[in-house]
């Protein structure tokens, strides 16, 4: 690009290895930022950043798992030894789950809220003084239209509690030069949505949506924007959103019944799938 509205900056995207992650990892290299790389998947994670190089940016590479405070400390210092500063944060790392509320377990409700909303706060507080010191900064949180609209319990409470903590720190953080705002996707073309929808947008959509907010600020951004009405209805008209939700939720109640009949049957042990170490279960 011959403009760089971000040249010389220092983003830290979370779930970087795949889907919106390394699509945002993208954009902001494009737009003239230093990138540095989280997510769990070391492979993935090196390969995004040779991709970014190619294109003639600068990235790092550093494998986190978001749920674990030694591995989010150890990421921030590594970062500023690498860069000096970090001025630019994505909290994006995020998991879902295909099984039925009473059917997860204890560890895979623990990891879900450690994962999509502890890894938030904790990697916020972590980046926030620095940000605070220098009065400037941006700090961007993937929520989930699900934040808006009721579909999953634990994982929209998550993404409840993403906007929630996001919004709330906006309004503490107003005027001291550090941003904070929200992009709320819907579904998006990922790993976890392969086979279920078809001609869903892909993650670059997400990706130029929070690439805008680093570089003009809103409180919060839904995409695609037409999404919209949907948001409207759960708040304006909830007894509507729920009839048109629940022969979506006992569909989803019975999908997660035959998956754990048939791992029951296999033997194999349930997982809560990952996509990308992204929260790609935007519904």
Known sequence: MESKPLAGQVALVTGSSSGIGAATARELAR????????ARRTDLLDAEAQAIKRLGGEAIA???????VAQIDALVARAIEAYGQIDILVNNAGIGSLRSFARMSPEDIERMLDTN???VVLLTRAVLPGMLERRHG?????????GHVDVDPIY??????????????????????????VVSPGFIRSNM?????????G??????????LIMHPRREVVAPWYYRPAIWAEHALPWLADRVLRPRS??????????????????????TPASGDSAERKD
Do not use: H, M, N, W
């Open 193 to 201: 949505t392969d086979g279920r929808r078809r001609g869903l947008p």
């Open 31 to 38: 737009r003239g930022a230093r990138l540095v790389l989280a």
């Open 62 to 68: 550093i494998p986190t798992d978001v749920t674990d």
């Open 117 to 119: 909303l502890r890894g």
């Open 203 to 212: 993650p670059e959509i997400v990706a130029r949506a929070i690439a805008e």
């Open 138 to 146: 941006a700090i961007i949180s993937v929520a989930s239209v699900a």
């Open 250 to 271: 006992q569909s989803q109640q019975e999908r997660a019944q035959r998956v754990d009949d048939a791992q029951r049957r296999d033997g194999t042990t349930p997982a």
């Open 156 to 181: 929209s409470a998550t993404k409840y509690a993403v906007r929630g903590f996001s919004l709330s720190l906006r309004r503490q953080l107003a005027g001291s030069g550090v941003s904070v705002s």
